[in-house]
């Protein structure tokens, strides 16, 4: 196996491991997990363990593509098919159900900006450049009326194609830093990802929730959200209430933070991508390896 491949497998094993560890992790309110389905008549633990495993070679193909490669036009639009076949791979497992549609897009962005350069570790560093991606246009994208962009134009808000665009801030400005601090406060792991996902919640204008709930309940998340993590978060008695108390509500309107749960996913894959090129290459800081 060249270089080429042993980065796109190892590329594609951590963006599957960071959807199965999320979707794994339990309890999460309003989303599947591995006690019940939450606000989801259509989604269950095993369907979205078997559409996170369709997509292994779907980011191994956009990794492949995007090897040593800088960001461009051309190479925006060779990962976006790669990407929209993916999601036909994913539907036909799922019986057309759309479980990792907004994942293929964030976590198939770091993939590539990941493959551009293997020896690059840097969570800000890697998202930049998987912004940088992502601002160019795709000249042959369908335009269609999805619930994602009517939602976006209804409150302005970015969404996942603007929160890539940005460089995905939710990510690096919020999820990975809350993600470090609990760590280092000596918090569970499981309890560390439980309340960087509330920290993610408490502040994305989530588009899953407006689709469902509109501002009304975003507001009751975002709020929801913020008091888990004040009463001690999901490692505190008070705070495990304050987290029953969120997903009685969130359960009662039916709401979702799909998008939070796509943006833990991409915390999980660069968290683990640092850990794993460090161990391989030295301590990297920015794009240089000491």
Known sequence: MDQKNMVAETLAELAVQALLN?????????????????????????????????LRPVFAEIAEASYERVPSQELREEIAAIGRNGEQVMLGITGGVNTHKGAIWSLGLLVSAAASDAKLSDPEFLAERAGTIARFPDRYCAVASTNGSKVKAAYQVPGARGEAQLNFPHVCKVGLP?????????????????????????????????????????????????????????????????????????????????????????????????????????????????
């Open 178 to 290: 809350f993600l470090q601090n609990a760590r280092e406060k000596g918090i569970s792991e499981t309890n560390a990802r439980l309340d960087t996902l509330l920290a993610i919640m408490s502040e994305l204008d989530d588009t899953c929730i407006l689709h469902r709930g509109g501002m009304e309940a975003l507001e009751t998340v975002k709020n929801g959200a913020n008091q888990v993590l004040e009463s001690g978060g999901t490692s505190t008695t008070a705070g495990r209430l304050s987290l029953m108390r969120l997903n009685q509500r969130m359960m009662e309107r039916f709401v979702s933070p799909g998008g939070s749960a796509d943006l833990l996913a991409a915390v999980l894959f660069l968290d683990a991508l640092q850990k794993e090129r460090s161990l391989k290459g030295g301590v990297a800081v920015g794009n240089v390896t000491f």
């Open 22 to 54: 999320e979707v794994n992790l339990t309890p999460k309110p309003g989303l599947v997990d591995q006690e019940n389905n939450g606000a989801h008549y259509d989604l269950t633990l095993q369907l979205m363990h078997r559409s996170a495993e369709s």
